[in-house]
C-alpha cells in the first residue's frame, strides 16, 4: 500500500495524520523538533501552541465557533484533544497547553499506522506528501518550497492589513472611484476632512501597538512599514503615502478631500474589503478603535485585524487546488498556515482536509470540495480565488460564506450569522462519513 509522508507535526500535520491513520494509511510523520527548534517553539510535543492557550471563540454565533463543530463532526483530533484539555475562559475555548499537546503526542506516536521521524526534512521528497511545516519552516526546506513554487510565490513575512466585512461598510459616506478614473472604478474611498484628519491622526500617534518579536525585528528591512511607523514621521508622511487624495475628488462634491483611505475589494463576492498601505501591528483593540474614526467605517467589523509577523506562506491563488493539491503536481499537499489560513484551528482544519485527500488518492476514489456554505469549503474557496496579487492570510470569518439567498435586506447581524452557522451545520451533516 502507497505510504503518505506529512512534513511537521504541528496543528496542521498532526491532524492530517490522524486523517489518513485512522483510515488505515501508513504515515510517516517528519517533525524536526527538538533535534532542531523554531525560534518560537519550546518543547518536544506535537502541536505546541506557540502563543496564546485559546483557540477564540467556542459558540456559533462565530465563525470559527462554527468552524469548531464542523471539525468535530469530522472527528478531528486537534478539537477532542482541545475538548478534552479545556479550561474556563467564557465563551472560548482556551485548553492547558501542555494536556493538550501531550493527548495529540500520545495519540499518534501509538498509532499503529504512523511512524514518527525526529528529524528535519530539507527537500520536498517523491510519493505523496504534505507540507505542514508551518509559519516558521526550516531554512533549507524554504529554499526547496521557493524552487518548486517560484521566487515570486513563497513569502517569509506578514504584513498585513485589517480586512473588513463589506456590510458593515457606510455606503453613503464612501464613493466608488479609482485614482485619476484610471480603468474600472475599483475601490471604494473613505474622504476625510483636515478636521478629521487631525484627531485620527492624533489618536493615531498615540495607539499602542504589538511589540515585535526578536526574531521579526528584520520585517522592518523588508519594506514593509506599518501606517502608525509611517505617523510617527510626521504629519504629512501618510498624506504623501497610503492617505494621499489626488486624483480621488469626491464626485458627490467635485472637490478632493484633505485626505483619503481607500477600501480595495478583496473577494470575488465583494463581501470583503481591506484598507490599502494600512499593515500594522497596533493592538487588535486600537485597529478598531482607529478604524473607527475613519468617516464610512464607524461601525465597520475588522473580520481579519491587521498583523506584521513572520510567516513563510505560499501564493495559493496561483499553486493550489481547492483540494489543497498544488496545481503542478496531484500529489503534493500543502496543509496549515503555510496555505494562507491564519490560526491554530484554521490551521488544523486545512489538515483535516488535506489528510482525507490524501486519503481519498489512495483509495482511488474522488477528492473532496467541501461546499463554500461550510466554513471548511469558504476558507479552501478563499485561499484558492482571492486575488493572487494582494494575497493575505485569512482567518474563517461569515465574510468568506456566500449571502443568504432569501434574506431581507435589512436584517440583524446576530440573526444573518445564525443562519449561516445553521445552514453550515446542516450541510456538514452530509459529509460526515467522508
Ligand atoms: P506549526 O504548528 O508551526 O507546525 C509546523 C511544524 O513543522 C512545527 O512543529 C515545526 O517544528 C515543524 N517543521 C518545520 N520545518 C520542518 C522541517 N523542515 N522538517 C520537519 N519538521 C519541520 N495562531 C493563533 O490562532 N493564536 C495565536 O496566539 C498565534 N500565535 C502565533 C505566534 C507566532 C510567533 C507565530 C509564528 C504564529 C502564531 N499563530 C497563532 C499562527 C498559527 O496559527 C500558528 O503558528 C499555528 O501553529 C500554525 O499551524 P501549522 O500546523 O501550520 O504550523
New binding site residues.
Given amino acids: 500500500q502507497q505510504r503518505v509522508t506529512v512534513?511537521?507535526?504541528?496543528?496542521?500535520?498532526?491532524e492530517a495524520a490522524w486523517q489518513l491513520a485512522k483510515r488505515g494509511i501508513q504515515v510517516d510523520l517528519?517533525?524536526?523538533?527538538p533535534v532542531?527548534?523554531?525560534?518560537?517553539?519550546h518543547t518536544d510535543q506535537?502541536?505546541?501552541?506557540?502563543?496564546?492557550n485559546?483557540?477564540?471563540a467556542n459558540g456559533l454565533q462565530n465563525a470559527v465557533g462554527v468552524l469548531k463543530e464542523e471539525m468535530r463532526t469530522l472527528d478531528s483530533l486537534i478539537l477532542k484533544a482541545a475538548d478534552t484539555a479545556s479550561v474556563p475562559a467564557g465563551g472560548a475555548l482556551a485548553v492547558d497547553r501542555h494536556e493538550f499537546a501531550g493527548f495529540i503526542t500520545e495519540k499518534l506516536k501509538n498509532h499503529e499506522n504512523v511512524t514518527v521521524h525526529t528529524?528535519?526534512?530539507?527537500e520536498i521528497p517523491e510519493g505523496i506528501v504534505i507540507v505542514?511545516?508551518?509559519?516558521?519552516?526550516?531554512p533549507?526546506?524554504s529554499a526547496s518550497l521557493k524552487a518548486f513554487t517560484g521566487e515570486d510565490y513563497l513569502y517569509f513575512y506578514d504584513a498585513a492589513a485589517p480586512i473588513l466585512d463589506g456590510d458593515t461598510i457606510d455606503r453613503e459616506k464612501v464613493y466608488l472611484k479609482s485614482r485619476y478614473d484610471k480603468g474600472e472604478a475599483a475601490y471604494l474611498n473613505c474622504p476625510m476632512t483636515e478636521e478629521e484628519f487631525d484627531v485620527f491622526y492624533e489618536e493615531l500617534v498615540k495607539a499602542e501597538v504589538v511589540p515585535l518579536?526578536e526574531f521579526e525585528k528584520e520585517i522592518y528591512f523588508e519594506g514593509c512599514m506599518p501606517f502608525e511607523v509611517m505617523a510617527e514621521r510626521g504629519k504629512k508622511t501618510l498624506l504623501f503615502g497610503p492617505m494621499k487624495p489626488v486624483g480621488l475628488e469626491d464626485p458627490k462634491t467635485g472637490k478632493r478631500p484633505y485626505a483619503v483611505v481607500q477600501l480595495r475589494q478583496d473577494n470575488s463576492a465583494g463581501t470583503l474589503y481591506n484598507l490599502v498601505g494600512f499593515q500594522t501591528h497596533l493592538k487588535w483593540g486600537e485597529q478598531k478603535r482607529i478604524i473607527r474614526l475613519i468617516p464610512g467605517l464607524e461601525n465597520a467589523d475588522i473580520v481579519r485585524y491587521g498583523v506584521m509577523?513572520?510567516?513563510t506562506f505560499i501564493n495559493s491563488p496561483s499553486l493550489l487546488k481547492p483540494t489543497y493539491q498544488a496545481r503542478t503536481r496531484d500529489t503534493l499537499f500543502f496543509?496549515?498556515?503555510?496555505t494562507g489560513v491564519?490560526?491554530?484551528?484554521?490551521?488544523?482544519a486545512s489538515?483535516l482536509l488535506a489528510g482525507i485527500n490524501a486519503a481519498k488518492m489512495i483509495a482511488g476514489e474522488e477528492l473532496v470540495v467541501l461546499p463554500r456554505e461550510t466554513m471548511l469549503g469558504s476558507m479552501a474557496h478563499y485561499i484558492t480565488t482571492a486575488d493572487g496579487k494582494h494575497f493575505q492570510p485569512m482567518n474563517a470569518n461569515f465574510g468568506l460564506v456566500p449571502s443568504l439567498e432569501d434574506a431581507p435586506k435589512k436584517m440583524k447581524k446576530q440573526e444573518r450569522y445564525e443562519r449561516y452557522a445553521n445552514r453550515a451545520l446542516d450541510t456538514i451533516q452530509q459529509f460526515k462519513d467522508l
Fill in positions: 512534513i511537521g507535526a504541528g496543528l496542521a500535520g498532526s517528519y517533525e524536526m523538533r532542531r527548534q523554531t525560534p518560537a517553539h506535537f502541536a505546541e501552541l506557540v502563543c496564546s485559546s483557540l477564540r528529524e528535519e526534512l530539507k505542514a511545516s508551518g509559519p516558521l519552516t526550516s533549507d526546506l518579536k509577523h513572520r510567516n496543509a496549515g498556515q503555510m491564519e490560526g491554530y484551528v484554521e490551521s488544523a489538515g
